[in-house]
């Protein structure tokens, strides 16, 4: 796995607009629970506002050395705050 990979090297954190109660079903079912150090969703009452999530994650633990993405969303916040941006397929 990707990221399992990086897990030695990096603390791994998940920047979702799913609500933390689909993603531990869907990480449940796909093996990837207990893949992630740090978890940002969004709360239910949020409606799917990937911006908040980005500014709860960034006020709580500051920029994170780089984030691995592939929506055109992520870049653009990603630019604005001075975040290196990978796409998942770009090595590390």
């Known amino acids: 796995n990707y990221f399992a990979k990086l897990k030695g090297k990096y603390r791994i954190a998940l920047i979702t607009s799913m609500t933390l109660d689909g993603l531990e079903k869907l990480l449940n079912a796909i093996n990837l629970d207990g893949l992630f150090d740090i978890i940002e969703a969004t709360k239910p009452y949020e409606k799917d506002d990937k911006e908040l999530v980005w500014k709860r994650f960034l006020r709580k633990y500051g920029k994170p050395e780089f984030y691995i993405g592939e ?22």
């Open 71 to 92: 929506s055109r969303r992520d870049l653009a916040i990603c630019k604005r705050e001075g975040i290196i941006f990978k796409k998942q397929s770009e090595k590390i």
